[in-house]
């Protein structure tokens, strides 16, 4: 169709089998749309990738990138030859002006995702509660950053997220206040002291 052609003209992306689309930790601010062919979502988690999703024609992805301009929590890597629409906020936001249903449409697709996402994560937690209780420490003190606020998480937060022990969660939580990665200013809480030594952690490499 002409409509077609002329957006891909304006926002088309092609991209090689295997290709990085993006990677972990990068800056982002476009969100992407499938065109055509296949793309997996990958996360780093306790020093190993897993795979979070794969997405086909029709499907996005990196949307928070133009929602709150966060780095990008997983890599996108290209199945197979890929055609993407690459669109910014201004475009996105353009998009939705003249066509309400797509606005929608990606809050629908987006908490089904954010669903999905949270379950993986918790059955990765179960298997690497050390990981994990990094990651969600991580997580909390990026969001606490984009709010203009410090981390500030406790004992009965984390082991509700993650469903892990109240135990377990205390244990290494007083472990990292111990070895400086975390900071107990007030009892029950702790704020991030080592962002740096938490990402080695997650990464599953031994810490100093």
Do not use: W
Not at 42 to 67: C, P, Q, W
Not at 97 to 120: G, Y
Not at 128 to 151: N, T
Request: glycine letters at 6%.
């Amino acid at each position: 169709m002409a409509g077609d052609s002329q957006l891909f003209e304006r926002f088309g992306k092609t991209f090689a089998p295997q290709e990085v689309i993006f990677d972990e930790g990068s800056d982002g601010e476009q969100m992407f749309i499938i065109q055509s062919g296949r793309v997996q979502i990958v996360k780093r988690f306790a020093g190993h990738n897993h795979t979070l999703a794969m997405l086909e024609s029709g499907d996005f992805f990196g949307e928070m990138a133009i929602v709150n301009r966060v780095q990008r929590t997983a890599t996108a890597i290209a199945v197979a030859e890929t055609s993407l629409l690459a669109v910014d906020r201004d475009g996105f936001l353009a998009m939705i002006r003249k066509n309400a249903e797509i606005a929608l449409n990606v809050i629908d697709k987006l908490c089904r995702r954010l669903q999905n996402n949270h379950q993986q994560m918790q059955h990765f937690a179960r298997q690497d509660g050390d990981a994990s209780i990094a990651l969600h420490l991580k997580a909390a003190h990026e969001e606490a950053e984009a709010d203009g606020a410090v981390l500030s998480t406790t004992v009965d937060e984390i082991s509700l997220s993650l469903e892990l022990p109240k135990e377990e969660v205390a244990a290494k939580l007083d472990e990292y206040v111990a070895s400086g990665i975390l900071r107990s200013d007030t009892p029950g809480s702790v704020t991030l002291a080592d962002p740096p030594r938490l990402q080695q952690i997650i990464d599953g490499r031994p810490t100093a």
